[in-house]
Each structure stands twice: as structure tokens, then as C-alpha cells.
């Protein structure tokens, strides 16, 4: 018998704040953490802007021992991590540390190790690499480093699907309680990419803003879009089975209901424009939660601010509900978080999980100009109060990676 799963703790580290409750009011009022990039010198660099994590101190949640032998992708995850185990309430006693799992992706992993520890060795030589440079580096090891944190025994990936991985990884951790192989899972992702060679692979590839205007930068479905714009941080939600998390007290945010996960199996970077293999993801994800398109339906859509993503995208939510698609409440939060990669989709998760507790429909700031190609409810500018039973949170990555997460009102 399939098991019900439930959202029992959220955390995260997002360029809006250091934790769940400051993103979250940030994200309802409309807040743009996009500014100026200070991580390095940006002025050879045709984009400017970045969403970074400022004010962050990872000792606050590992020891300073542990902080120098980790990337801070990693240190993004574990803190994100610590702040959803401890808002869930869960303890060492809490769950059998077999039946307890860690799936925490990320998309490109520890680049700012390997960027510091290549530089060592073409300046001074193999001797001067660090022995800890593989374990910082490696994608996994975020996920690996949770589980050590918490003494979870159980089924532990570190999913890499580019900017789905988090999506995925809640959804995979979905169907392994679903299915009776965990009772509790830490599931999310982390990306701290913000580095002068990221940057200038995206540059190359042309996927960011080359705005200088902060507010006109990271513009989902405005008719003046011209890419994304880079961000970072972590999030992770709990996941618990149902009876579970009654049995021992649980504050119950919201209920998983449905996942869908395809592939484009079109283009390296491209979304399929006929929106085939992504509308089946929203699909598969909405029929198993038993969801029809009406104005109890909240969508946080992935909604990029490039071209063919916001266009593809709108496209796929017609095929998925049809003119229906209409009625959607409908929004991007990219707009004020930038684009986390690997963390995206669980911010944008945690996102969709508040909207509906809370019945706030967070906006999609800074939008301008219709674009005939994007022309369902986005939610412009400011949050609407309204009674929501569903959420959707869709992502859509390089390699044509497709996700789609379905949560209900509890």
C-alpha cells in the first residue's frame, strides 16, 4: 500500500535571508535580492548582477573544524538542513536511523573548491594540493555530510539534474517513503556557483542578463527578458511519512501528492519549444494528486527571464490543463531570489509550501511589458491573498531535465 508523505521542517539560505521566515516575508513583499556582484571583480564582465547570500556564517550550524575541510555549497546544505531537522521537530529518537534518509543534490557541486585547489597546483605545484580537495569538491558529498550530521542510515543520492536537481531530489525522496523504504528523508539542494569562471561560462553560452539595472534584470515572462540571472544558497524540506509524523506531534506544513519527472531528449541547453516532455511532467504530477486547473491552484512556475524558458514553459502549462490553464495563479519567484541552480527548486518548493499554509500567492516582481507568448495569471508585482488547495513547482534544466512536485493544503 502506498504511504502518504508529508512536509513536517523547511530551511533554507537564499539571497532574500538566512532562514525560511526572513525569505518567506521577503518573498511576500516583493523584496529583489539581486544586486551587484561582490564576490569578485566583475568590471571585465558584461553581466554585473548576481542573487548573493550575504551575512552568512556557517559556523552557526557546523564547527569551525569541519567549516575548513567543506565547500560552501556544502556549507549552504548543511545549513539549510539543520534548520529544516530542527523546525520539524525530529530527534535521535525520533526515527530508526535506517528508516532515515538524505537526498540533497547539487548541480554543479564544489566549484569554488576546485577553482582554489587548480590554482595551487599550476602556481605551486601537486605537492600544495589539498588532501581534502576530491571529498570538497564532489557533488555528493553534501548529502553524505547531512546524513554523517544526523546518523541517517537510510537510501542517501546526491541527485545531479542541473537546475532540477532539487526538484528531483524531493521527489525521489517522495517515492522512497511512498513506496515503504523511509520514513524520513532530508531532501533538497545547495549551489554556490558565483565564481569568475561560472560567470563567464554562462556569459559564453549567452544564458544571463547583461542588464545593470537590478530591477529590470531578472524579469520572468515581461516581454523584455534577456536571461537569467546567477544565484545561490540551499534548501531543504523533511519529508515524513504520514502516520509517522502524527504519531509523534508533527506540525504538518502541507502534503506531497504528486511528482513528475521526463526529459526534453531535445537539446544540450534548449527547452523543447512544443513544451512535450515538460507539460507530461506537470501532467504526471497533477493526476496523482488529483488536481484540475481553477483558482485554487497555485503554480510557482521555474520562470527563468529567458526567452525560450518562460515561452516554453507558458506552453507547457496550456498542454498540461488546456484553456484552463487560465485560471492558474501563477508566478515566478526567480524574480527576487535570481536563478539558485541546484538549490532552485527547493526554495521554490518551500515557496509553493507556504503559499498555500499561509494562502499568499508570492509576486513576480519588476514585471513591465506583456509578452502576448506569456500570458497566463503571473501574479505581477505584488502577493494575492486567496484560498489555495494545490501547489505545482515546476523545473526545467539543462540536458532537458524536467520536474514537477504537486503539494496539498493538510
Known amino acids: 500500500m502506498e504511504k502518504r508523505v508529508v512536509v513536517t521542517g523547511l530551511g533554507a539560505i537564499t539571497p532574500l535571508g538566512n532562514d525560511v521566515k526572513t525569505t518567506w516575508n521577503n518573498m511576500k513583499a516583493g523584496v529583489c535580492g539581486i544586486d551587484t556582484v561582490t564576490k569578485f571583480d566583475i568590471s571585465e564582465y558584461k553581466c554585473t548582477l548576481a542573487g548573493e547570500v550575504r551575512g552568512f556564517d556557517p559556523t552557526l550550524h557546523m564547527p569551525k573544524g569541519e567549516v575548513r575541510k567543506t565547500d560552501l555549497y556544502t556549507q549552504y546544505a548543511v545549513a539549510a538542513a539543520t534548520q529544516a531537522y530542527e523546525d520539524s521537530g525530529m530527534t535521535a529518537e525520533s526515527v530508526a536511523p535506517d528508516r532515515f534518509g538524505v537526498y540533497i543534490g547539487s548541480g554543479i557541486g564544489g566549484i569554488h573548491t576546485l577553482i582554489t585547489e587548480h590554482t595551487k597546483l599550476i602556481e605551486k605545484g601537486p605537492t600544495r594540493v589539498s588532501p581534502f580537495f576530491v571529498p ?17 542510515q537510510g537510501p542517501n543520492i546526491g541527485i545531479v539534474t542541473a537546475c532540477a536537481t532539487s526538484t528531483n531530489s524531493i521527489g525521489e525522496a517522495f517515492r522512497a517513503i511512498r513506496h515503504g523504504y523511509a520514513d524520513a528523508m532530508l531532501a533538497g539542494g ?14 559564453s553560452c549567452q544564458a544571463l542578463s547583461q542588464s545593470t539595472d537590478k530591477n529590470r534584470a531578472s524579469i520572468p515572462f515581461d516581454a523584455e527578458r534577456g536571461g537569467f540571472v546567477m544565484g545561490e544558497g540551499g534548501a531543504v524540506v523533511m519529508l515524513e511519512e ?23 531528449a531535445y537539446h544540450m541547453t534548449a527547452p523543447n519549444p512544443e513544451a512535450i516532455a515538460s507539460s507530461r511532467a506537470i501532467e504526471l504530477a497533477a493526476q496523482q494528486g488529483g488536481i484540475v486547473a481553477d483558482r485554487d491552484v497555485y503554480v510557482n512556475a521555474h520562470g527563468t527571464g529567458t526567452p525560450l524558458n518562460d515561452k516554453t514553459e507558458t506552453t507547457a502549462l496550456k498542454r ?5 490553464a487560465y485560471k492558474l495563479h501563477v508566478s515566478s519567484t526567480k524574480s527576487m531570489t535570481g536563478h539558485m541552480l541546484g538549490a532552485a527548486g527547493g526554495v521554490e518548493a518551500i515557496a509553493s509550501i507556504l503559499a498555500l499554509d499561509e494562502g499568499i500567492i508570492p509576486p513576480t516582481i519588476n514585471y513591465r511589458v506583456k509578452d502576448e507568448a506569456c500570458d497566463l495569471d503571473i501574479t505581477p508585482n505584488e502577493a494575492v491573498s486567496t484560498k489555495l488547495t494545490y501547489a505545482l513547482s515546476t523545473s526545467l534544466g539543462f540536458g532537458g531535465h524536467n520536474g514537477c512536485l504537486a503539494f496539498k493544503k493538510v
Open 136 to 152: 570538497m569538491m564532489i557533488s555528493n558529498i553534501a548529502s553524505g555530510t547531512v546524513a554523517i550530521k544526523y546518523n541517517a
Open 190 to 203: 545547495s549551489e554556490a556557483a558565483i565564481t569568475p569562471l561560472c560567470f563567464a561560462g554562462f556569459i
Open 242 to 264: 504520514y502516520e509517522h509524523a502524527v504519531k509523534r506531534g508533527a506540525k504538518i506544513y502541507a502534503e506531497v501528492v504528486g511528482y513528475g519527472c521526463t526529459n526534453d
Open 320 to 324: 498540461a490543463f488546456g484553456a484552463d
